[in-house]
């Protein structure tokens, strides 16, 4: 069975002090941009429209299915938002995008990350494979979603990083979105 390697750089602006962390990209022909949460039925980017902007509808381009990409990489750079996923090369073991059907092949590095960054303060997990992952590879507790656990990366700094496990942005966890929102937001006055 074919692997895949990750399609995107990670996106680590000057000053990130967020790092988001999903599993992996879904397919392709499931993107409406190039970029982090490329599905338009997944539902972070308009979270972050409800959370920062209080409009749902923020970061999409009216009257089509897609995000405005430009408009997500100039936010996430003034806000200090930095994006990956916890695997560079992945087996699908079903033709879709479910993380239950994820098989990593190659984890990422998240120290090595986290050194790119240093102003990082906090790993954000945006669903369960990529939570479970976190907690393997430095061996702490997994948090309740909505809440965080401390971190010390001996290699990366020595003060605490938090680790904060949110909701999945997909719509097939089944929260409502103002539920979702209100869940980050938490996590945005905490860190």
Same mark, same amino acid.
């Given at each position: ?69 430009? +408009? ?39 120290? +090595? ?27 702490? +507790? ?38 979702? +929102? ?10």
């Amino acid at each position: 069975m074919k692997t895949e390697k990750h399609p995107f750089q990670p996106f680590l602006p000057e000053g990130a002090r967020i790092l988001f962390l999903g599993s992996f990209p879904p397919q392709p022909h499931r993107w409406c941009m190039p970029f982090y949460y490329p599905n338009w039925i997944n539902d972070f980017w308009r979270i972050m429209g409800i959370v920062f902007f209080g409009d749902r509808g923020h970061f999409c381009v009216p009257g089509e299915k897609r995000f405005d990409e430009a +408009a997500i990489r100039m936010f996430c750079t003034d806000a200090g938002l930095a994006f990956y996923d916890t695997a560079t090369e992945v087996r699908r073991l079903k033709d879709n995008a479910s993380d239950a059907f994820l098989e990593v092949v190659t984890p990422t590095d998240i120290a +090595a990350l986290l050194r790119r960054i240093p102003e990082c303060r906090a790993i954000v997990t945006t669903g369960e494979k990529a939570s479970t992952i976190i907690s393997q590879t430095f061996g702490c +507790a997994m948090p309740s979603i909505g809440s965080y656990v401390n971190l010390v990366i001996p290699s990366v700094a020595q003060e605490p990083i938090t680790f904060w496990r949110m909701p999945s942005t997909s719509r097939a966890y089944p929260l409502p979105l103002e539920k979702k +929102a209100k869940e980050y937001r938490k996590l945005f006055k905490g860190v």
